[in-house]
């Protein structure tokens, strides 16, 4: 009967990561998850970043791209380029959602030091 009871909760704790999975909130199952690519976090003013979005995890599901740059602008394309013309600190997000409507968003620290002039 004790192997029973064993078989038992593996088929239960199985059928849980099942179902997790099929919701996507289980990473071994496909889970959207958003991924950052940029070519300069820190640089002076006027700071021109590319950004790309389409390596996401299940990037073939992703239906939306949204990022915001952290200066009051956003896009909803999966990559371009973001021109900051300020010195600051920014916060970059990105929130993707896939085809099941499962969403994940991903940040990461923008640094623009002001021109600095010599004369």
């Not at 740059?69 to 021109?83: L, N, R």
Request: hydrophobic residues 45%.
């Amino acid at each position: 009967m004790v192997t029973m009871a064993k078989q038992t909760r593996t088929f239960v704790a199985m059928a849980v990561l099942v179902a997790l999975g099929a919701m996507g909130g289980c990473a071994w199952f496909g889970g959207t998850e958003a991924v950052i690519s940029i070519d300069a976090s820190s640089g002076t003013v006027p700071l021109t970043i590319a950004f790309d979005g389409t390596t996401a995890e299940n990037a073939d599901a992703i239906v939306t791209h949204h990022w915001t740059f952290g200066d009051g602008t956003e896009s909803y394309e999966a990559s371009g380029t973001h021109t900051y013309e300020h010195a600051g600190t920014f916060t970059l997000s990105l929130t993707v959602r896939d085809d099941r409507g499962n969403a994940d968003t991903a940040t990461v620290q923008i640094v623009v030091g002001p021109a600095l002039w010599v004369t």
